[in-house]
T-cell receptor, first 117, second 115 residues
Framework: AQTVTQSQPEMSVQEAETVTLSCTYDTSESDYYLFWYKQPPSRQMILVIRQEAYKQQNATENRFSVNFQKAAKSFSLKISDSQLGDAAMYFCAYRIPGGGGADGLTFGKGTHLIIQP | KAGVTQTPRYLIKTRGQQVTLSCSPI?????VSWYQQTPGQGLQFLFE???????NKGNFPGRFSGRQFSNSRSEMNVSTLELGDSALYLC??????????????FGPGTRLTVT
């Protein structure tokens, strides 16, 4: 079974600084997708960024970027110029494509990100 | 375009009762997935529907069931409620297999409390 591990239960960063959230995963699949989701206190889960395993180029979305290391099965999220609105739980998630055994999204336990003003 | 909607937002039930939660996906999305979120177990996949068919199912007892209608709206049902079923139930929609990255968009959730 696939597992996703987020080793940092909580992280704190000063506003305007850069922070990196870690995620590792375990899989025997070669084709899969990785995601970072953000869940603010309002509870609405928001997709932050996605990465296709077959793409070597790291995904970026404005201030958010990932460092995808396929061989190391690592998928970290970097948030640049942190803003107060970035405060939330961040979940790393994994999914294999197609049906026939796919288990939806497999989530890590989450990292609580605190932004210090 | 309206997002994923879930009703009701909050629900209090008694042990032994049953409950039905509803989810309306984003217009045009044909896949609906359900997740249970608890402080102890985190986010766990319940099941996924596509074109009215259950495609995948997580490791939950048979008390948890669901269905999808022809308009892609989905319901999940939990029978014989237990205290441990207290959780936030999240619904997520996606285009389904038309979306190569299988991006899922989540609703606000239904907070179920079992007393």
């Amino acid at each position: 079974a696939q597992t996703v591990t987020q080793s940092q239960p909580e992280m704190s960063v000063q506003e305007a600084e850069t922070v990196t959230l870690s995620c590792t995963y375990d899989t025997s699949e070669s084709d899969y997708y990785l995601f970072w989701y953000k869940q603010p206190p309002s509870r609405q889960m928001i997709l932050v960024i996605r990465q296709e395993a077959y793409k070597q180029q790291n995904a970026t979305e404005n201030r958010f970027s990932v460092n995808f290391q396929k061989a190391a099965k690592s998928f970290s999220l970097k948030i640049s110029d942190s803003q107060l609105g970035d405060a939330a739980m961040y979940f790393c998630a994994y999914r294999i494509p197609g049906g026939g055994g796919a288990d939806g999204l497999t989530f890590g336990k989450g990292t609580h990100l605190i932004i210090q003003p | 375009k309206a997002g994923v909607t879930q009703t009701p937002r909050y629900l209090i039930k008694t042990r032994g009762q049953q409950v039905t939660l509803s989810c309306s996906p984003i217009s045009g999305h044909r896949s609906v997935s359900w997740y249970q979120q608890t402080p102890g177990q985190g986010l766990q996949f319940l099941f996924e529907y596509f074109s009215e068919t259950q495609r995948n199912k997580g490791n939950f007892p048979g008390r948890f069931s669901g269905r999808q209608f022809s308009n892609s709206r989905s319901e999940m049902n939990v029978s014989t409620l237990e205290l441990g079923d207290s959780a936030l139930y999240l619904c997520a929609s996606s285009l389904g297999r038309a979306s190569p990255s299988y991006e899922q968009y989540f609703g606000p959730g239904t907070r179920l409390t079992v007393t």
